[in-house]
């Protein structure tokens, strides 16, 4: 009996110590045991898949029209500011009479002997004028005294013709000088006008204005004049044009060109407060121009023209469209609908073939995919193929290389 006793003592003062030692081999094995990897997921869905350039422009109006000068003149102070809406018909411009350039000393002195020189002249006219009367009048008497002797028989006929002729002669003459007389006097007033000098407006000019009008209805684009200035023919004064027909003009890589299609869909946003805008693609431009990026590389880019929708501001309060504002274009190049699509991010490349991973009942099995196209978000997979992905499949993101086919893992949406 006291060695069945002294076993149990035994057993009772080990007992004690083999259960610590259970304890302590349970959590060292739990200790080292791999834990489940937190792991991002995402589903694999069906829907429309699009492949789209996103390129940055601006906007411009499709139809501009330039009010310019058609002669030399002066510009009136402009009331008209830039944004100023105006009909077809109002007045937008009114010039004046541009007035004569300043004389200097020497230009002075040669007009004031033009002048005096177109005075002599006329004094010369006006003077053979008075003689060539004289010489009229004394023709009329002679012709008048032949006539009455003719009549007589006291002189031959002859003779009386020889006196008519004389007279309509004198008047030929006389008429001749009239006519210098009246060139001496526009002479002389020709070189007092270029002797004159220009003299300032009293007031408000009213006559001899030339007002220039719209021809649409739009608004002021621009001002290319905005006080009064002595203005060139030609020269440009003002821009009109109408903000709701806008267009978008996208530079894109010239490599990129042959992707898009003329009329594919685009949509543009000029910024986060502003609606995004719809168009299509109208025209692409045959020619490249060099473009140096943010990078400083030199690249090759053409316009893509898009024809924009002008939103209705009615029913969108506050949004404004002008020329050369900044717009962002989303181009879409291709698109299919009740396409597989997996998330970018959830392609791992294996060797020449394209795997993600799938998680089921906590682990990790990869599954091969084919790969049809692709953006920045998602990926169009064949769908339908063996031992492929299917819709509602959660795939992990961003897997790396430090998640394995057959780990464990623990998902977080």
């Known amino acids: 009996m006291n060695t069945n006793k002294n076993r149990s003592n035994g057993l009772r003062r080990w007992a004690p110590w083999a259960l610590a030692a259970v304890v302590v081999v349970g959590l060292t094995v739990w200790a080292f045991q791999p834990r489940p990897m937190q792991v991002e997921v995402a589903s694999v869905t069906t829907g429309r898949f699009e492949q789209v350039l996103e390129e940055d422009g601006q906007l411009r109006l499709k139809q501009r029209y330039g009010i310019a000068a058609p002669t030399q003149a002066e510009l009136l102070r402009p009331t008209l500011k830039v944004g100023d809406a105006v009909q077809a018909g109002d007045v937008v411009a009114t010039l004046a009479p541009a007035a004569p350039q300043m004389i200097d000393t020497r230009t002075r002195m040669v007009l004031q002997q033009r002048v005096g020189s177109a005075d002599a002249m006329r004094r010369a006219a006006a003077a053979q004028l008075l003689r060539l009367q004289t010489a009229q009048a004394q023709a009329a008497l002679e012709a008048e005294r032949a006539e009455k002797l003719a009549r007589d028989q006291f002189i031959a006929p002859s003779a009386r013709d020889q006196t008519a002729l004389a007279l309509r002669s004198a008047q030929q003459a006389l008429e001749a000088g009239r006519a210098e007389v009246r060139a001496a006097e526009f002479a002389l007033a020709e070189a007092r006008a270029a002797l004159a000098q220009s003299e300032p407006a009293k007031g408000v000019r009213t006559d001899g204005l030339w007002q220039l009008r719209s021809p649409v209805s739009g608004q002021v684009i621009k001002l290319h004049q905005d006080s009064a200035v002595t203005v060139q023919a030609g020269q440009a004064l003002l821009d009109i044009g109408d903000t709701r027909a806008v267009e978008a003009v996208i530079d894109v890589l010239s490599t990129d060109v042959s992707r898009i299609a003329t009329g594919a ?149």
């Open 265 to 413: 869909p685009v949509a543009l946003s000029l910024g986060a407060a502003t609606p995004p805008l719809q168009g299509h693609v109208s025209r692409i431009e045959p020619v490249a121009f060099t473009k140096v990026s943010a990078l400083g590389i030199e690249e090759q880019r053409v316009n893509v023209i898009i024809e924009a929708t002008a939103p209705d501001t009615t029913a969108v309060p506050g949004t404004l469209m002008g020329e050369g504002y900044r717009v962002d274009a989303r181009i879409t190049v291709s698109s299919h609908e009740n396409a597989l699509l997996v998330p970018t991010a959830a392609l791992v490349r294996d060797a020449d073939r394209w795997r993600v991973l799938v998680v089921e009942a906590g682990r990790t099995l990869a599954r091969p995919v084919t790969v049809l196209d692709r953006n920045a978000d998602m990926a169009r997979v064949e769908s339908g193929a063996p031992d492929s992905v299917k819709e509602g499949d959660r795939v992990v993101l961003y897997p790396g290389t430090t998640i394995q086919a057959g780990q464990r893992v623990k998902t977080r949406e």
